[in-house]
């Protein structure tokens, strides 16, 4: 035991000393203040670069892609992009990309980002993919150009390949090969930084993109920092922001980023701070130095929240509510001062202090989900403030410290045969590893075994791609610190083993596409507070997920044989969030639904047999009133109700805030215990033309009911949109 001690004694000095290559202070914080007063969600890097001083690059641009082919022009034509970090090559790509005019242009319309890791097969699926949809995980190379031929044989296209760093010519020459399938005209725009990337793949002069006008740069910074009618009531600060935009050497990133962590700051002091950090000495082209400064200004805790990010590869598409459980596997989330409100919640508050300040960007609110991404730059940022706990393992660098805890695995097979037998002693450590590309091979299943053997502190573990084994190696039930446990997309997983529900830790579990059953024994994962289940089950049997008492979140998707869940739903003491999506022959919900009353949010969608009547009792029989805690109803696409569910509905009265119907085409009319709803904010009626109809303002039958709704939107209704009372 005194061994055990010091061990514990050394490793807190080694975090202690840590602190300072982190930026870390020691500070106490209240939770329920997270956010500033005022978060404003659509403050993304999109909406306040708006292309600023890029309109004309934009133009020439456009003009170049929708030129008529001529006889003697390159096939396919290749445009590089070229610019340093942070000047918005890939914004401005991408606003060129959805334009209109260039979107008709072309009768196929493909974009991927292809990052550090070039990988021709890798490149090939995510072409496929946007453009069909189709993953394509089990096609070797072969099958794979074939596919690729198949669907751009004669039709011209155009294709953004974002964010290129690859310098290997043989490699850009057998994809370019395959890319010549599509029809004369087809078109080719390539982002990078690289202007040796440029002269290898583009066919004409690349389009070097320049520093940001200092005017330009100006405004931006100005959108960024004041709210409106701010800037004439702080002269002073107008002239401290002049100063610290100088300093950000003309590129737009860093000026959204400074600019986004003092808006709503009036203390000259902060703004000071800014101008005269130290950081600005460090070596940089000025994106950096900025973006650490941004780093610095934030609290602790959400700095640990954005180095953990780090372990997700460039380009990944984060989900908050799955990134919340990923925080909180590592014990990242603080809990709140305010004892009404929970985990999930504090961590989503997180996110949104990071999307404020532009950590994040390409925020979309899906209402089931909200998603966005990191810059690259800033996931340079946040990988080389954490390089000493951070490995990537790939087919370049097979390398692992003592120190590492987190692994991104981007090349399965150098991470199984170089990594593990060559650094056995380094993995006991480890608290996370995510597999980002697919495990396959002979020998792949006992590979993974081997590996689980090794990482008994384990936490998280993610396979974001295809295995080629059917069952999940029983040894993850030896994982008793697990946490999180991500399936990702994968579809050859068929069985869960069922040493697996001994992980009485777990406390996310999210099921790849493939899975055949969830087995009753899930009820033994008595920690489990977010489950996301596709399953080829036909109906959830009692006795399993109804008896998950502690579940905060359930999502049901894409269960396409679901015909009915489980009848003990009641079980669900601390359910939150429930969510039905894309289970076309789910028929009946429960009436046990109604029994839970902590529920907060329900979304139903994409289920095109359920009749939601089904969760009402009959007409004649005596119910006793409910009380719910129902914030947000949505549903969308269940063509099959032709009633809304008001038993479901009254006993919200005293919660409901916010009820979303859409793409319901027979839901005759509005329950009358809508009048009663006191609470109800808004009201979205779209795509249900009967009940459109009905809730026209001031002449529809149903005008009366919502009336006091002070926001309403009927899509259908030709007086106007919305209507504010």
């Known amino acids: 035991m005194g061994h055990k001690i010091k061990s514990i004694i050394e490793r807190l000095a080694e975090i202690s000393s840590l602190k300072s290559e982190f930026n870390l202070s020691e500070q106490t914080i209240d939770c329920s203040h997270v956010l500033h007063e005022e978060t404003e969600m659509n403050r993304s890097f999109e909406s306040f670069s708006g292309l600023i001083g890029r309109d004309e690059d934009k133009e020439r641009i456009i003009n170049l892609l929708v030129a008529p082919f001529k006889v003697g022009d390159a096939h396919p034509l290749v445009l590089p992009i070229v610019g340093m970090g942070g000047l918005g090559k890939t914004s401005l790509a991408k606003s060129v990309y959805d334009d209109e005019n260039v979107k008709s242009h072309f009768q196929l319309n493909m974009e991927v980002c292809v990052s550090d890791d070039f990988s021709l097969k890798h490149v090939i699926q995510k072409i496929i993919k946007s453009a069909t949809g189709e993953r394509c995980a089990d096609l070797d190379e072969g099958e794979l150009n074939k596919r690729l031929e198949e669907i751009l044989n004669g039709r011209k296209y155009l294709l953004l390949l974002d964010d290129v760093w690859n310098e290997d010519a043989q490699k850009w020459l057998l994809l370019k090969t395959l890319l010549s399938k599509g029809a004369d005209g087809s078109k080719i725009i390539v982002t990078t930084r690289s202007q040796r990337v440029a002269e290898i793949m583009g066919t004409v002069t690349a389009y070097n993109l320049s520093l940001l006008g200092?005017?330009?740069?100006?405004?931006?910074?100005?959108?960024?920092?004041?709210?409106?009618?701010?800037?004439?009531?702080?002269?002073?600060?107008?002239?401290?922001?002049?100063?610290?935009?100088?300093?950000?050497?003309?590129?737009?990133?860093?000026?959204?980023?400074?600019?986004?962590?003092?808006?709503?700051?009036?203390?000259?002091k902060e703004w000071e701070s800014v101008r005269d950090s130290e950081k600005w000495e460090e070596e940089g082209d000025g994106i950096l130095p900025a973006l650490k400064i941004s780093y610095q200004r934030l609290p602790t805790h959400l700095k640990r929240c954005f180095l953990y990010c780090?372990?997700?590869?460039?380009?990944?598409?984060?989900?908050?509510?799955?990134?919340?459980?990923?925080?909180?596997?590592?014990?990242?989330?603080?809990?709140?001062?305010?004892?009404?409100?929970?985990?999930?919640?504090?961590?989503?508050?997180?996110?949104?202090?990071?999307?404020?300040?532009?950590?994040?960007?390409?925020?979309?609110?899906?209402?089931?989900?909200?998603e966005f991404k990191m810059h690259d730059l800033m996931?340079?940022?946040?990988?080389?403030?954490?390089?000493?706990?951070?490995?990537?393992?790939?087919?370049?660098?097979?390398?692992?410290?003592?120190?590492?805890r987190h692994l991104s695995v981007l090349d399965?097979?150098?991470?199984?045969?170089?990594?593990?037998?060559?650094?056995?002693?380094?993995?006991?450590?480890?608290?996370?590893?995510?597999?980002?590309?697919?495990?396959?091979?002979?020998?792949?299943?006992?590979?993974?075994?081997?590996?689980?053997?090794?990482?008994?502190?384990?936490?998280?573990?993610?396979?974001?791609d295809d295995s080629e084994f059917e069952a999940f190696p029983e040894r993850i039930g030896a994982l008793k610190h697990l946490r999180y446990l991500h399936f990702g997309m994968n579809a050859k997983i068929k069985r869960l083993p069922k040493s697996i529900f001994k992980l009485q830790n777990l406390q996310a579990l999210l099921t790849g596409d493939g899975l055949e059953e969830l087995p009753k024994d899930v009820r033994h994962m008595?920690?489990?507070?977010?489950?996301?289940?596709?399953?080829?089950?036909?109906?959830?049997?009692?006795?399993?997920?109804?008896?998950?008492?502690?579940?905060?979140?359930?999502?049901?998707?894409?269960?396409?044989?679901?015909?009915?869940?489980?009848?003990?739903?009641?079980?669900?003491?601390?359910?939150?969030?429930?969510?039905?999506?894309?289970?076309?022959?789910?028929?009946?919900?429960?009436?046990?639904?109604?029994?839970?009353?902590?529920?907060?949010?329900?979304?139903?969608?994409?289920?095109?047999?359920?009749?939601?009547?089904?969760?009402?009792?009959?007409k004649d029989k005596k119910i006793q009133s409910l009380s719910l805690s129902l914030r947000i109803v949505l549903f969308v696409a269940v063509p099959a109700t032709i009633a809304l569910p008001e038993q479901l509905l009254e006993g919200s009265a005293e919660s409901l805030q916010t009820f979303i119907i859409r793409d319901c085409p027979n839901i005759e009319e509005m329950p009358k215990c809508i009048s009663n709803l006191k609470k109800l904010q808004n009201l979205e009626i779209i795509d249900c033309p009967r009940l459109s109809e009905r809730c026209i303002r001031g002449t529809g039958e149903d005008w009366p009911k919502i009336k006091h709704i002070p926001k309403i939107k009927v899509a259908d209704d030709d007086s106007g949109e919305e209507t504010f009372d």
Not at 242 to 258: G, S, T
Not at 396 to 401: D, E, L, T
Request: charged share 20%; proline share 3%; glycine share 4%.
């Open 412 to 464: 399965s097979d150098s991470f199984f045969h170089k990594t593990l037998p060559k650094f056995p002693n380094n993995f006991h450590q480890v608290r996370s590893i995510a597999f980002v590309d697919s495990i396959v091979g002979p020998t792949c299943k006992t590979d993974f075994e081997k590996c689980l053997l090794e990482f008994k502190h384990l936490r998280s573990l993610q396979l974001m």
């Open 526 to 618: 008595i920690s489990l507070r977010f489950l996301l289940l596709v399953t080829q089950q036909k109906r959830l049997p009692e006795g399993g997920i109804g008896c998950l008492e502690c579940l905060q979140t359930l999502y049901i998707v894409a269960c396409e044989n679901l015909e009915n869940l489980c009848e003990d739903m009641q079980g669900l003491k601390s359910l939150r969030k429930l969510v039905f999506s894309g289970c076309d022959s789910l028929i009946s919900l429960p009436r046990s639904i109604k029994c839970l009353t902590t529920l907060e949010e329900l979304f139903i969608s994409n289920c095109e047999k359920l009749d939601l009547m089904t969760i009402e009792e009959e």
């Open 379 to 404: 996931h340079d940022l946040a990988s080389s403030l954490a390089q000493n706990e951070f490995s990537i393992i790939s087919s370049q660098n097979h390398q692992i410290s003592k120190t590492t």
């Open 310 to 370: 780090s372990v997700f590869p460039k380009d990944y598409l984060f989900s908050d509510l799955i990134l919340v459980q990923f925080w909180m596997a590592h014990g990242l989330i603080l809990q709140s001062s305010n004892p009404n409100e929970n985990l999930e919640e504090v961590g989503l508050r997180y996110v949104r202090e990071l999307i404020s300040t532009c950590f994040f960007q390409d925020y979309v609110d899906l209402m089931v989900v909200a």
């Open 214 to 268: 200092q005017e330009d740069c100006l405004s931006l910074f100005y959108k960024c920092a004041f709210k409106e009618g701010q800037m004439e009531l702080y002269p002073n600060l107008v002239g401290i922001g002049k100063e610290i935009v100088a300093k950000c050497m003309q590129v737009p990133l860093a000026v959204i980023n400074l600019g986004t962590q003092l808006y709503g700051k009036t203390d000259e």
